[in-house]
């Protein structure tokens, strides 16, 4: 097998990259940066696709806020470079992965709840899109020119990503709590943390079980909130005594809108025989010292 994964200077790409590895000792795995492929270079995608099995496709423009006052950059990558890559994996007869987010729903912006965000099901895969923002509208752009190829394509949808690779809430708050000694954290968005080596570890799965073409949810089970996860974090690198003030969306505004409701509904790899992450506590337990460890704060209690 011999699997390609773009945007591998990326928080996701070096955990598909592990888990490939793990997998398939066997296995040809060749990460790419943007200084390898520029997902906009058609030519260059159909040259350095060729002969591979299976296309995982990280690559995306990730600054929300920015994406607000240049989303023709954000489309050009998260579509225009979605579409790009679909057509060159189609015409190497492999087959696609591609990231996508939760912010191709609207998150319930109208205030229709189901009863609040703790009762509230998770967003299912069939149900309405409706982005609020650029990136939102970039990604479900590339989502559509994903399926437009009609090739053999896994779109998989994930959200409130951390990891040991890159930048990510976490690191965040252990930089921001270092400087100011107190924090301020949104508390009425709710989601699930999830690891990336989780979702490598499911990309990888769906590969192997031989997933029907579709979409699919990937992120751990469970809900909560920003600022509580902000306090867990802390609480996991011994600095539970900083003070964490719970705040609304609207005393904290941004250029972009966030979903205040990120809950995913990962059923949908259950019923093609992938074990879904699990609780997202259990998960950020079993992560934190690496991810700890990569912002330079050890986890309490590990070993250094």
Do not use: I
């Not at 987010?101 to 309405?128: H, K, Q």
């Not at 394509?153 to 690191?171: D, E, I, K, Q």
């Amino acid at each position: 097998m011999r699997w390609v994964v773009t945007g591998a200077g990326g928080l996701l790409a070096p955990d598909v990259v592990r888990a490939v590895r793990r997998a398939d000792p066997t296995a040809e795995v060749v990460p790419l940066r943007r200084a390898d492929l520029d997902v906009l270079d058609a030519p260059r995608a159909r040259e350095v696709l060729a002969g591979a099995d299976v296309v995982v496709n990280c690559a995306a423009w990730t600054a929300v806020d920015l994406a607000e006052s240049d989303e023709a950059a954000a489309h050009a990558v998260n579509a225009d470079g979605a579409g790009t890559l679909a057509r060159a994996t189609a015409a190497a007869g492999a087959r696609l992965v591609h990231l996508s987010t939760d912010y191709v729903f609207d998150g319930g912006f109208d205030g229709a709840l189901d009863g609040g965000p703790e009762a509230r099901r998770p967003y299912r895969v069939e149900d309405p899109t409706g982005p609020v923002s650029a990136y939102g509208r970039s990604k479900l752009a590339g989502e559509e020119a994903v399926r437009a190829e009609g090739g053999d394509a896994l779109v998989v949808r994930t959200a409130w990503l951390y990891g040991a690779a890159g930048g990510c809430f976490p690191r965040t708050v252990l930089r921001l709590a270092r400087e100011r000694g107190a924090l301020s954290v949104v508390d009425d968005q709710w989601g699930a943390p999830t690891w990336t080596a989780d979702v490598a570890r499911v990309v990888v799965d769906l590969v192997a079980a031989r997933a029907p073409a579709g979409t699919y949810h990937a992120t751990a089970a469970g809900r909560t909130t920003w600022c509580a996860f902000a306090r867990d974090v802390l609480a996991s690198a011994g600095l539970a005594d900083v003070p964490v003030r719970a705040v609304t969306s609207a005393e904290f505004p941004t250029a972009a809108r966030r979903p205040e409701f990120s809950v995913l509904d990962t059923d949908g790899l259950r019923r093609v025989g992938v074990e879904p992450p699990a609780d997202w506590r259990a998960r950020w337990a079993l992560a934190a010292p690496e991810v700890l460890e990569a912002a330079g704060a050890p986890a309490a209690g590990a070993l250094r």
